[in-house]
């Protein structure tokens, strides 16, 4: 097995002013930020959180190998807090897969309630456990799934990144199979769109993950677009994990300072890398003019010199 393609898309949604989300589309690595606080202080944490994952390398294995990341996140927020009273209390929920093709695995670690699935048959499996209160008064037997759904305090949350000193993070590993797609997102995506939607959004749009991604964000803006809404998407195929990645991946991770879009770069790749030889071809056809007019010119020269020489 090995990543097929993976897509991500994040939008404002139609209630809110700003966007305090903030996803990873990095092949093996794939996040989603939901950052909290007051004035721009949510954007602040997520993007702290951003660009800690994003200094993973390959060195970074494992559900472990994110977790510490997050650790090294939750610091970095928690510090910047403490020294910026315009950022206090900030904080930001994470939840963060990496694939390790290798061994036909994705390491998830979270905290807070953005949610990781796997699509696996048509049937979707919530793999994290939300932090939040109503998650917490469900599995007390207080509230139903049901309630939960429609709870007024469903968004609060029990864990984030950076609103303490230290943080627990949850951290598994899960199997991956080709066929699967994982997604993960934020609350302003699963608050709004049943998992029976999602599944069926997400196999609708089988063949472009970027348009499922969008679709999920039409999905969720159709039900009233409450809060911000990201989504990341990333599938498994068969083929070999220790070949260099093939035709799909390899422009996605080329290109993969913005946001990923795995098959529409690969076909504005192919061109390009064809121009190479189209170009060197325009090159030989220029440089044959000037050697021509030089043989005509010897030729010319030759013949005035020829007859200079007679006529005298
Ligand atoms: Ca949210």
């Not at 897969?97 to 699509?119: F, N």
């Not at 005509?296 to 005298?312: C, T």
Request: contains cysteine.
């Amino acid at each position: 097995m090995r990543l097929g393609s993976a897509a991500g898309v994040t939008d404002t949604g139609r209630r809110r002013l700003r966007n305090e989300d903030a996803f990873i589309c990095e092949p093996p690595l794939f996040a989603v930020a939901d950052g909290m606080g007051g004035a721009r202080a949510g954007e602040i944490a997520a993007g702290l959180a951003a660009a800690a994952l994003e200094e993973a390398g390959a060195e970074t294995r494992g559900a472990e190998g994110i977790t510490a990341l997050l650790v090294e996140a939750n610091r970095r927020i928690w510090e910047r807090s403490v020294q910026d009273p315009a950022t206090a209390g900030m904080g930001t929920t994470v939840t963060a897969a990496l694939l390790d093709a290798a061994t036909g695995t994705v390491g998830v670690a979270h905290v807070g309630d953005s949610r990781a699935y796997r699509l696996r048959g048509g049937a979707l499996e919530q793999l994290t456990t939300d932090h939040s209160l109503v998650a917490e008064l469900v599995e007390s037997g207080v509230l139903s799934p049901e309630e939960a759904e429609r709870h007024p305090q469903r968004s609060a949350i029990t864990r984030a990144l950076g609103t303490e000193a230290t943080v627990d993070v949850d951290a598994f590993t899960v199997g991956a199979e080709p066929g699967d797609v994982f997604l993960i997102c934020s609350d302003g995506l699963s608050n709004m769109v049943s998992d029976d939607e999602i599944a069926a959004v997400v196999s609708e749009a089988r063949g472009s993950l970027a348009d499922a991604g969008e679709a999920l964000v039409s999905a969720a803006n159709a039900h009233g677009g409450e809060d911000n809404i990201t989504v990341v998407l990333f599938e498994i195929v068969a083929g070999d994990p220790e070949a260099p990645p093939p035709s799909v991946p390899a422009p996605a991770t080329a290109t993969a300072d913005g946001v990923g879009d795995g098959p529409g770069e690969t076909q504005s790749a192919e061109p390009l890398a064809s121009g190479g030889p189209l170009r060197r071809h325009g090159a030989g056809a220029g440089g044959r003019l000037p050697a021509i007019l030089l043989i005509v010119a010897v030729l010319v020269l030759g013949i005035l010199v020829l007859y200079w020489g007679v006529s005298r």
